[in-house]
């Protein structure tokens, strides 16, 4: 070998040392974030690489059977989030609380959360009797809650980002399908004795008769965890509506349907639209025992496209093949990636600068399993309204899809 050839080898050697060295110095400055003052000036559990979030859902009492998904889609995302190389270069930790399916719980572990822990943002809650005993501790403490159920509307707050959908989004669409492609012209309403069965059961009953021009014939609540039906079944049977219209939540949706069996009301023979049945309470109930009925809700299991593919794949893979996937679980999964996008965007993790980037209204996810999603400057998001019908392995087959439908938690003429 010649010296100038040697020579060209070590100029080559050298400049691949520099190329290298260039890249490692590349990923080390991608992976390190801006100084801990400058992205925390208000005291929340930030380090230099790491910042702590809170969970808070029932992990006992009659709401687990549908909030422990939940917990589990937002722990998947918090997780694909640190793989990702985390949120301004620091990987999330979370904390997690247990509301135990009791509201006074929900406040008092929001304030350990927010005040103790100092986290700097909780993913959380389900029922808005929940949300609306922890709402005023969050806006005391100025802390930021991700809420992912379907809910009433009628609220919109400084601390708060709603990623399931309000009362027009979800009930006005439903009650639209069902008198057009059912004919159905008489209703009863059934629901769960709180907030947000009979403000929704409001706004239902003024679309049926102030815009369907139908008649509502029976109207019942019962005790959240109640497990008897028999009166209200009989009214029922007695009444012949066209149309059950159901927000029974949690457990008591699995005594309620096995009871409906029982008396011969099922889906060959009689119309049912609920609102608040997920693969989750599923899961409890039993296909053959939903099998014919409807679900409104903005995301089911089976929807086919590439992003919930994906989505399903990851969440059996950590949560194992028998676990099911409902609306507010999906839901839950966006509420880490819509905090993580505002977060960049502020530079900071400081709840004011995170709600005004989030209040541009120009925040989207395109790769969410529902599809795409647009965070509204109201606190709520752009969603799709979809009716699906059960079947009886437990999965739901989708009949009719809106387009999006633009968030209005504060609708005239129904409040």
């Known amino acids: 070998m010649n010296l100038k050839h040697t020579a060209g080898l070590l100029r080559h050697a050298k400049?691949?040392?520099?190329?290298?060295?260039?890249?490692?110095?590349?990923?080390?400055?991608?992976?390190?974030?801006?100084?801990?003052?400058?992205?925390n000036t208000t005291g929340l559990a930030v380090t230099d690489d790491t910042v702590k979030v809170g969970i808070l859902h029932s992990l006992t009492g009659t709401m687990a059977i549908s909030e422990t998904g939940a917990q589990e889609a937002e722990k998947l995302a918090i997780e694909q989030i640190n793989n990702m190389g985390g949120i301004l270069g620091r990987?999330?930790?979370?904390?997690?609380?247990?509301?135990?399916?009791?509201?006074?719980?929900?406040?008092?572990?929001?304030?350990?959360?927010?005040?103790?822990d100092k986290v700097a943002a909780v993913f959380g809650c389900w029922t808005s009797a929940s949300r609306k005993a922890a709402l005023p501790v969050f806006e005391k403490e100025n802390g930021l809650l991700y809420y992912p159920t379907f809910y009433e509307g009628l609220e919109q707050s400084h601390n708060v980002i709603y990623t399931g959908q309000e009362a027009t989004q979800q009930i006005l669409a439903g009650l639209d399908w069902v008198a057009r492609e059912k004919g159905a012209k008489t209703f009863y309403l059934i629901g769960s004795d709180?907030?947000?069965?009979?403000?929704?059961?409001?706004?239902?009953?003024?679309?049926?008769?102030?815009?369907?021009?139908?008649?509502?014939?029976?109207?019942?609540?019962?005790?959240?965890?109640?497990?008897?039906?028999?009166?209200?079944?009989?009214?029922?049977?007695?009444?012949?509506?066209?149309?059950?219209?159901?927000?029974?939540?949690?457990?008591?949706?699995?005594?309620?349907?096995?009871?409906?069996?029982?008396?011969?009301i099922t889906g060959k023979k009689q119309t049912l639209l609920t609102i608040s049945v997920t693969e989750d309470e599923v899961l409890g109930i039993g296909g053959e025992n939903l099998k014919g009925f409807y679900s409104v809700m903005k995301y089911?299991?089976?929807?086919?496209?590439?992003?919930?593919?994906?989505?399903?794949?990851?969440?059996?893979?950590?949560?194992?093949?028998?676990?099911?996937?409902?609306?507010?679980?999906?839901?839950?999964?966006?509420?880490?990636?819509?905090w993580k996008a505002a977060v960049e965007r502020?530079?900071?993790?400081?709840?004011?600068?995170?709600?005004?980037?989030?209040?541009?209204?120009?925040?989207?996810?395109?790769?969410?399993?529902?599809?795409?999603?647009?965070?509204?400057?109201?606190?709520?998001?752009?969603?799709?309204?979809?009716?699906?019908?059960?079947?009886?392995?437990?999965?739901?087959?989708?009949?009719?899809?809106s387009g999006l439908i633009e968030p209005n938690p504060f609708p005239k003429g129904y409040q």
């Open 194 to 264: 709180y907030i947000w069965p009979r403000t929704s059961m409001k706004i239902a009953r003024k679309h049926i008769e102030n815009v369907l021009k139908g008649k509502v014939v029976g109207e019942e609540y019962k005790p959240l965890g109640n497990t008897s039906f028999g009166s209200v079944i009989n009214k029922i049977r007695l009444k012949k509506p066209d149309v059950i219209y159901a927000a029974v939540v949690g457990g008591s949706n699995v005594a309620w349907f096995k009871q409906l069996k029982a008396a011969g």
């Open 300 to 338: 089911f299991e089976s929807l086919d496209n590439e992003n919930n593919k994906a989505f399903v794949k990851a969440f059996k893979a950590k949560w194992g093949a028998d676990s099911v996937i409902g609306d507010v679980t999906q839901a839950a999964y966006l509420g880490p990636w819509l």
């Open 91 to 116: 990987k999330i930790q979370i904390i997690q609380e247990d509301g135990a399916s009791d509201w006074p719980t929900f406040a008092e572990k929001s304030r350990k959360l927010l005040v103790n």
């Open 15 to 39: 400049r691949s040392l520099l190329i290298l060295s260039l890249c490692t110095l590349g990923v080390g400055a991608a992976q390190a974030g801006p100084p801990t003052a400058q992205v």
């Open 346 to 401: 502020a530079g900071s993790f400081d709840v004011d600068k995170v709600v005004a980037e989030s209040e541009k209204g120009d925040i989207e996810l395109s790769t969410a399993p529902e599809g795409y999603v647009k965070l509204h400057a109201n606190h709520h998001l752009w969603s799709k309204t979809r009716v699906a019908r059960w079947g009886d392995d437990g999965q739901a087959t989708v009949v009719f899809e």
